[in-house]
C-alpha cells in the first residue's frame, strides 16, 4: 500500500510539474497560423552515415531551431511557408536549404566533413552556441581531441582528457579516476551506450577502459542534471560507441609501447546494416617472458610474473525501416595479475610443489535498442541492458608427493561483483519548437555479491563470508525545455526513483530546474538546481580505484546518498569561435559513506555494513572555462577554486575535515595545433594544489598491553587531513607526424610525459633516519640509549617518460 501511494505521488508530481509547461504549449499553438508542418529526420556524416548527436538546424526566418537527439533524429514544426534551414555541426560544413513548406517534410541530411575546422564557416546565432543552451555545467570534448591530447606512454584515454576540465580532479598521479565538484569515484554514473560502466579503469586505475577508436560522442554533466539521468550524486559521463560504417569498409589501429589496438568496421548489407568491431591489449607478459625464462635457467623453480589487459568493442546497426532501427552492441574488458610457479622435475625430491595465484577483474556490458519513429513529432527508443563487474583474488597449490604417487590440492578464492539486468523506455516529443519534452522509465534488478571466500581442500568446497543481496530499483522522469519568449528559456523536470531491498522500500522526488536569459546576442546569465539519489555505495579505502573496492547496495541499515545543488554563471561566445563559461556551484550531500577506523575489505568476519560509518558532504567553488572547438589551433583553459568537506559523528572527533581531494586551486591548459596537413603539435600543462593528507605529528613509547615486559612505539596522528602535499604541476608535449598513402595513412605519434622531469608527490611516508634533522619526534629507546629520529619522505611516481606509436588508418 505504501509503495502503491507513493507511486501515485510521484505521477502526481510529474503532473502537476508539467500541466504549466503543456498549458503554454496549447497558448502557443493557439497563437501561431493555423497551417503548421513539420520537418523531421535525421543527421548524419555523409560518407559514413554516423549519426550526428546534438548537430542543430534553425531557419533563418523566424530564428527557430533545434537540435538532433542522441540518435541524430531531429524535428522542427514550422508555420507554413517559405522557410530557409540552416543544419551546423561543429567540424562539419554548414548546409543550407530553401523551400516552401506546405506539408509535412522528411528530410535526411548528410553534412560533409569538413578537411580543416576552419572551412565551418559561422555566419549567424545558432541553437548550438553556448549562450543558446539551457543546459549549464555540461562538458563537450570531441574525440579528435582526446586523440590529440599527449597521454601517458602514449595511451589514448578518455578520462584523464576529461580530468583536464574545470571542476574535475583526478585520483593521484597517472590514475584514470575522476572526483567532481567534490564527489567521490562511486558518485559517477559512467554510461557506454547507455549501459553503466561499475569499473572504468585498467592497470589499477591507470588507463581508462575506454578505446576512443569506438567512440563517437563524450558528454560529461556536473551540475544543472536534466531529469531523464539519475542514479548518482555527483556526475554523469555519457559515451556513445560508434555505429559503423555503412558506405565502405574502414579500418584503423595502433602500435605502442604499453599496447596495440586495432578497429574494423563497414557495411554488411550497405545502407541498411553495419558492423564495427575494436580491439586492444597489452603485450607486457609477452615480451617480458624470453628474460623471465633465461631468470629460471639456473633455478630449481620455475617462476612466471605476469600483467595484461584487453578489451573489446562491438556493434552491429540495423536499419529495417525509415521508421525503425536496431542495435546490438557489446563490451568486454579484463585485467589479469599473476604469478605461477612449478618445482622443476627432480626424481630424488620426496615433494614437488606448484602455485598459480593472482588477481583478475573486469566489465561485462551489453545493450539491445529499438528506435522507432511514432510520428514525424514523437521518438521512441526501447533498451535492454546487461552490466556486469567482477573482481577474483585466487590461489590454487598443489603437492606432489612421488613416492606416495599422492597429489594434495588447496584453492581459495575471493569473489566480489555487481551484475544488473535492465530494460527501459525514453521518448522525444517536440510538439512545436517552443518545446522539446522527453519522458520515459527505466526497471533494473541489482544482485550485489559484496565479498565472499571459497575455499577447496582435498576436493571438499568451503564457502564463508558475504551473502549475495538482490534489490530493484526502478523510475520514472519527464522533463520540457521550454522556449518562453526570445530571451528567456527554462528546462523543467521532475524524477521519481524506488529501490527495494530486504523488504525496505526508499522512494525520492528529485525536482530539476534550469534557465538562461539572453543579456545580448552572444551573453547569456544561467543558473539551475538538481536534486539526485543513489542508492549504490562504493567501499574504498585505497587512493586508486583498486579492483578490491566493494560495490554494496543501500539497505535498511545503509541510508541512500542525496545531494542537492544548486549553480549559476554566465555564458559567452565570441565570433562564433571561442566560448567563455563562469560557474558558482554549491552543494550539499547525505548519507556519504566512510569506512570505519581501522576496518578492512578482506575483514570476512564481519558484514559490511558494520565496516562502514554515514556522514555529510560539502562542496562549493568557481569555474572559468574557456575553450576553442573549432580551426587549426584549438583547445581549452581552465581554472577552478573550490573547497570540500566531510563530516561524521566518529571521525575526527565529530569535526568537519577537508577532504582528501579537496585542492584550492587547479589548473588546467589544453593546446592543439595543425601545421597544414602533415605535422600537429599539442601540450597540456596542469596545477594543483598540494592533496590533504593525514600524518603522524609524534611517535613515543609505551608498554604492550598484551606483553607487559615489551615496549612498542604508538603513534600519534594529526587531525584528519589537516595537511597538504606539495603542489602538483607538470607538462605534457606531443606531436604527430602524418602522411597520406594510396591505400592508408599513417601517423608517428612522438610524446613526452612529465616533460621537466617534475617530482610530483604520490604519498607521504615515514621513516626511521638519525641522519636528518627534518625529524618530526624523537623517541627513547632504553635498551640501547640511543634516541631515535623519524623523517617524512615523499613519494614520487612518474619522472620524464617519452613515448612513441605508430597509428595507421585505411
Not at 705 to 731: A, C, G, K, W
Request: overall charge neutral; proline content about 4%.
Amino acid at each position: 500500500m505504501h509503495s502503491y501511494l507513493c507511486i501515485n505521488s510521484a505521477l502526481f508530481c510529474c503532473f502537476f510539474c508539467c500541466a504549466p509547461v503543456a498549458l503554454y504549449a496549447q497558448s502557443a499553438e493557439r497563437q501561431l497560423p493555423t497551417k503548421r508542418y513539420t520537418i523531421s529526420g535525421y543527421m548524419r556524416d555523409s560518407l559514413s552515415s554516423e549519426n550526428l548527436i546534438g548537430a542543430t538546424l534553425y531557419n533563418r526566418s523566424g530564428m527557430l531551431g533545434t537540435s538532433s537527439n542522441q540518435y541524430g533524429f531531429y524535428s522542427l514544426t514550422l508555420p507554413a511557408g517559405q522557410v530557409e534551414l540552416v543544419y551546423s555541426y561543429v567540424g562539419y560544413a554548414m548546409q543550407a536549404l530553401s523551400f516552401v513548406l506546405d506539408k509535412d517534410t522528411v528530410i535526411d541530411v548528410g553534412m560533409v566533413n569538413s578537411a580543416l575546422l576552419e572551412e565551418v564557416v559561422v555566419t549567424t546565432r545558432k541553437s548550438d552556441l553556448i549562450q543558446d543552451r539551457t543546459q549549464m555545467s555540461m562538458l563537450h570534448v570531441p574525440v579528435a581531441q582526446v586523440k590529440a591530447i599527449p597521454s601517458l606512454l602514449g595511451e589514448v584515454d578518455v578520462l584523464k582528457a576529461l580530468q583536464l576540465m574545470p571542476g574535475i580532479q583526478s585520483g593521484g598521479e597517472g590514475s584514470s579516476g575522476l572526483y567532481v565538484r567534490g564527489g567521490g569515484p562511486d558518485q559517477n554514473l559512467i554510461l557506454l551506450d547507455g549501459v553503466p560502466v561499475y569499473n572504468a579503469s585498467h592497470l589499477f586505475g591507470f588507463f581508462s577502459v575506454f578505446n576512443a577508436d569506438a567512440i563517437n560522442n563524450i558528454e560529461l554533466l556536473k551540475g544543472g542534471f536534466p531529469a531523464r539521468y539519475g542514479g548518482r550524486v555527483s556526475s554523469v559521463i555519457d559515451i556513445s560507441m560508434k555505429e559503423g560504417n555503412m558506405q565502405q569498409f574502414h579500418g584503423e589501429g595502433s602500435i605502442g609501447i604499453v599496447a596495440s589496438r586495432l578497429t574494423l568496421e563497414g557495411p554488411i548489407f550497405k545502407d541498411r546494416t553495419s558492423f564495427i568491431i575494436s580491439a586492444r591489449r597489452t603485450y607486457i607478459d609477452l615480451l617480458m617472458r624470453p628474460f623471465i625464462a633465461a631468470a629460471n635457467a639456473a633455478s630449481t623453480q620455475n617462476v612466471v610474473p605476469g600483467y595484461y589487459f584487453y578489451d573489446v568493442n562491438a556493434k552491429i546497426n540495423h536499419r529495417i525501416s525509415a521508421n525503425d532501427r536496431i542495435y546490438l552492441s557489446v563490451f568486454v574488458g579484463d585485467d589479469k595479475f599473476y604469478v605461477t610457479s612449478e618445482d622443476k622435475e627432480d626424481y630424488n625430491s620426496t615433494s614437488q610443489q606448484k602455485s598459480d595465484m593472482g588477481l583478475t577483474w573486469g566489465n561485462i556490458t551489453g545493450a539491445f535498442r529499438w528506435n522507432h519513429v511514432f510520428t514525424n513529432q514523437l521518438f521512441g527508443n526501447t533498451t535492454l541492458t546487461y552490466s556486469r563487474y567482477r573482481m577474483n583474488i585466487y590461489m590454487k597449490l598443489w603437492e606432489k608427493l612421488p613416492m606416495e604417487g599422492t597429489e594434495q590440492y588447496f584453492g581459495m578464492d575471493y569473489l566480489s561483483g555487481i551484475e544488473d539486468w535492465s530494460g527501459q523506455a525514453a521518448f522525444d516529443y517536440l510538439p512545436s519548437p517552443n518545446h522539446y519534452i522527453r519522458f520515459g522509465g527505466n526497471f533494473t534488478y541489482h544482485t550485489f555479491n559484496p565479498g565472499s571466500i571459497g575455499v577447496t581442500a582435498e576436493t571438499i568446497p568451503i564457502d564463508f563470508g558475504g551473502k549475495k543481496t538482490r534489490t530493484y530499483e526502478s523510475s520514472l522522469y519527464a522533463e520540457d525545455d521550454v522556449r518562453l519568449n526570445d530571451y528567456l528559456k527554462a528546462s523543467v523536470g521532475l524524477r521519481w526513483s524506488m529501490f527495494s531491498v530486504r523488504g525496505e522500500a526508499y522512494h525520492a522526488l528529485q525536482p530539476r530546474l534550469s534557465a538562461r536569459y539572453l543579456l545580448t546576442d552572444d551573453l547569456s546569465a544561467k543558473a539551475a538546481y538538481s536534486r539526485m539519489a543513489q542508492y549504490v555505495h562504493l567501499l574504498t579505502n585505497s587512493n586508486l580505484g583498486m579492483p578490491t573496492d566493494l560495490w554494496v547496495p543501500s539497505t535498511d541499515l545503509l541510508r541512500p546518498q542525496y545531494s542537492d545543488q544548486v549553480a549559476t554563471g554566465f555564458a559567452y561566445n565570441f565570433r562564433g569561435e571561442y566560448e567563455l563559461s563562469l560557474e558558482g556551484y554549491y552543494k550539499t550531500m547525505s548519507n556519504v559513506i566512510e569506512y570505519r577506523e581501522g576496518a578492512s575489505v578482506f575483514d570476512v568476519h564481519s558484514q559490511w555494513e558494520d565496516k562502514v560509518l554515514q556522514g555529510e558532504g560539502r562542496s562549493y567553488g568557481v569555474e572559468l572555462f574557456a575553450q576553442k572547438k573549432m580551426g587549426s589551433f584549438t583547445g581549452w583553459i581552465g581554472y577552478t577554486l573550490s573547497w570540500s568537506d566531510r563530516q561524521f559523528e566518529a571521525l575526527n572527533h565529530g569535526k568537519r575535515f577537508s577532504y582528501k581531494y579537496d585542492r584550492r586551486h587547479d589548473i588546467s591548459v589544453a593546446l592543439m595545433k595543425k601545421f597544414g596537413k602533415k605535422v600537429e603539435v599539442s601540450g597540456t600543462w596542469v596545477f594543483g594544489s598540494g592533496s590533504c593528507v593525514t600524518i603522524p605529528v609524534g611517535i613515543f613509547d609505551a608498554t604492550d598491553p598484551v606483553y607487559p615486559d615489551t615496549q612498542v612505539d604508538v603513534t600519534e596522528y594529526s587531525e584528519r587531513n589537516s595537511y597538504r602535499m606539495s603542489p602538483y604541476h607538470r607538462l605534457d608535449l606531443g606531436i604527430s607526424l602524418i602522411k597520406k598513402k594510396r591505400l592508408y595513412e599513417r601517423r608517428w605519434i612522438f610524446g613526452v610525459f612529465n616533460a621537466y622531469n617534475r617530482r610530483n608527490p604520490y604519498f607521504i611516508n615515514v621513516e626511521k633516519d638519525g641522519r636528518y634533522d627534518y625529524s618530526i619526534s624523537s623517541s627513547f629507546a632504553p635498551s640501547t640509549g640511543e634516541l631515535i629520529r623519524y623523517r617524512y619522505m615523499q613519494v614520487s611516481l612518474f619522472p620524464i617518460i617519452p613515448s612513441i606509436s605508430y597509428q595507421f588508418k585505411f
